[in-house]
């Protein structure tokens, strides 16, 4: 390596990517406070793409996470996801030309992630994807498209766990551009515990010392179909008078809800909130008897706390989450009894992944440091 700054593009763009590229942003600062006179150094932007930009989706994560303004925003907004993928590349590609960086980093699996890893590698710039190698084998969900592309394109695959070294070894990567790092999102969380304790969103709830559920449900195979997204409220009310249910609404279901006149049975028991911040969603998590979600990230939170799982669909690509930790696939039909058994079990269940550890921002920024 020469002693040129190393000039990287780290890219976010849906809130899932903020909490990811918050730690490595972290890791590079303080390798650049660190790193000897005369070794290079770290020159980096952040683009944000503007795939997620109301304030509740977007800002409160920069603040939560501490994280710098972005170099730049290419505000691309929602549209379908032809449309929002050919905005995204096409304002990326000008920053590429104009940045000259030596590597664009992609995190996690949106289309943000996918688009801009199609960019950086047509114009032959090296692409580092953070969270490589998770596959749900379904590709009904447009996140599995995304992760596979990004893969193929990626000339660096950081990996959280050993099932997704597996996959992309069956996929045909070659095993020297595949590092096994951890789980980022676990770094996030172990900086933010403290915070996410403090700001104890149950007592500010009235829930404090009572059991609830945490909800959190937001893909398009839950909401996009009313009849579905009706059924998932009418159980979630039934068990509301069993244990009170907090559930933040992301604006994709809000919208389904509003569009379909679907009864909402909101009550002291039924707490359907705005979307919240990080802090606070740690601490329902940790906090929670049980959660119930169909996100990625909550998974692999509730796995880190033990806290007991379910999550809402029929596969899962953090396979992890349930060989080890504390996470269960539902579905409909299944709902009740699984939340019934769950609430009949321990409280805290299953063990922690190795190398979720809060590390994996720096094992990363030494790799790229090291293959450039
Ligand atoms: C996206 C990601 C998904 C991730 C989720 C986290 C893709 C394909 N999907 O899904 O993997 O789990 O983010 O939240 O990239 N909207 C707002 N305000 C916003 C953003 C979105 O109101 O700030 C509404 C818009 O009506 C939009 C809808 O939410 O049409 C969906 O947003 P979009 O970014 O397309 O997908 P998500 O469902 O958020």
């Given at each position: 390596?020469?002693?040129?700054?190393?000039?990287?593009?780290?890219?976010?763009?849906?809130?899932?990517?903020?909490?990811?590229?918050?730690?490595?942003?972290?890791?590079?600062?303080?390798?650049n406070?660190?790193?000897?006179?005369?070794?290079?150094?770290?020159?980096?932007?952040l683009?944000?793409?503007?795939?997620?930009?109301?304030?509740?989706?977007?800002?409160?994560?920069?603040?939560?996470?501490?994280?710098?303004?972005?170099?730049?925003?290419?505000?691309?907004?929602?549209?379908?996801?032809?449309t929002?993928?050919?905005?995204?590349?096409?304002?990326?590609?000008p920053?590429?030309?104009?940045?000259?960086?030596?590597?664009?980093?992609?995190?996690?699996?949106?289309?943000?992630?996918?688009?801009?890893a199609i960019?950086?590698?047509?114009?032959?710039?090296?692409?580092?994807?953070?969270?490589?190698g998770?596959?749900?084998?379904?590709?009904?969900?447009?996140?599995?498209?995304?992760?596979?592309?990004?893969?193929?394109?990626?000339?660096?695959?950081?990996t959280?766990?050993?099932?997704?070294?597996?996959?992309?070894?069956?996929?045909?990567?070659?095993?020297?551009?595949?590092?096994?790092?951890?789980?980022?999102?676990?770094?996030?969380?172990?900086?933010?515990?403290?915070?996410s304790?403090?700001?104890?969103?149950?007592?500010?709830?009235?829930?404090?010392?009572?059991?609830?559920?945490y909800?959190?449900?937001?893909?398009?195979?839950?909401?996009?179909?009313?009849?579905?997204?009706?059924?998932?409220?009418?159980?979630?009310n039934?068990?509301?008078?069993?244990?009170?249910?907090?559930?933040?609404?992301?604006?994709?279901?809000?919208?389904?809800l509003?569009?379909?006149?679907?009864?909402?049975?909101?009550?002291?028991?039924?707490r359907?909130?705005?979307?919240?911040?990080?802090?606070?969603?740690?601490?329902l998590?940790?906090?929670?008897?049980?959660?119930?979600?169909?996100?990625?990230?909550?998974?692999?939170?509730?796995?880190?706390?033990?806290?007991?799982?379910?999550?809402?669909?029929?596969?899962?690509?953090?396979?992890?989450?349930?060989?080890?930790?504390?996470?269960?696939?539902?579905?409909?039909?299944?709902l009740?009894?699984?939340?019934?058994?769950?609430?009949?079990?321990?409280?805290?269940?299953?063990?922690?992944p190795e190398?979720?550890?809060?590390?994996?921002?720096?094992?990363?920024?030494?790799?790229?440091?090291?293959?450039?």
């Amino acid at each position: 390596m020469t002693n040129n700054p190393l000039k990287i593009l780290i890219v976010a763009g849906a809130r899932p990517n903020f909490i990811k590229v918050a730690p490595l942003i972290k890791a590079a600062q303080a390798y650049n406070r660190t790193a000897a006179n005369g070794s290079a150094k770290l020159d980096w932007r952040l683009i944000h793409t503007g795939q997620h930009y109301d304030t509740k989706m977007s800002n409160v994560f920069f603040q939560d996470l501490d994280i710098p303004a972005p170099n730049v925003n290419l505000d691309v907004g929602s549209s379908s996801h032809a449309t929002q993928t050919a905005n995204i590349m096409n304002r990326f590609e000008p920053i590429c030309h104009s940045e000259k960086p030596d590597w664009v980093i992609v995190v996690g699996d949106v289309n943000s992630t996918m688009a801009c890893a199609i960019v950086a590698a047509k114009l032959a710039i090296r692409v580092a994807h953070v969270e490589a190698g998770l596959r749900s084998y379904d590709r009904t969900m447009p996140e599995e498209i995304n992760r596979v592309v990004t893969d193929a394109l990626a000339d660096l695959l950081f990996t959280p766990s050993g099932d997704a070294n597996e996959n992309l070894l069956r996929e045909g990567i070659p095993e020297k551009k595949i590092r096994l790092v951890g789980n980022i999102m676990i770094d996030a969380l172990i900086k933010n515990l403290g915070k996410s304790r403090q700001c104890n969103m149950p007592k500010t709830l009235g829930l404090h010392g009572t059991k609830f559920l945490y909800v959190t449900l937001h893909r398009p195979s839950n909401v996009d179909d009313p009849q579905t997204l009706a059924k998932i409220m009418s159980e979630l009310n039934r068990v509301s008078s069993q244990l009170p249910v907090v559930f933040p609404l992301h604006p994709r279901t809000k919208a389904r809800l509003v569009k379909s006149a679907i009864p909402v049975f909101a009550s002291n028991r039924f707490r359907l909130l705005e979307p919240i911040g990080y802090h606070e969603s740690l601490c329902l998590t940790e906090q929670a008897r049980l959660v119930i979600t169909d996100s990625g990230g909550l998974q692999e939170e509730a796995t880190y706390f033990r806290t007991p799982c379910l999550t809402l669909r029929p596969n899962t690509e953090r396979p992890i989450t349930i060989r080890l930790g504390s996470n269960r696939l539902t579905d409909l039909e299944h709902l009740h009894s699984d939340i019934d058994s769950a609430l009949l079990g321990n409280r805290k269940i299953g063990r922690i992944p190795e190398l979720w550890d809060g590390k994996s921002a720096d094992r990363i920024i030494s790799t790229l440091l090291a293959c450039s």
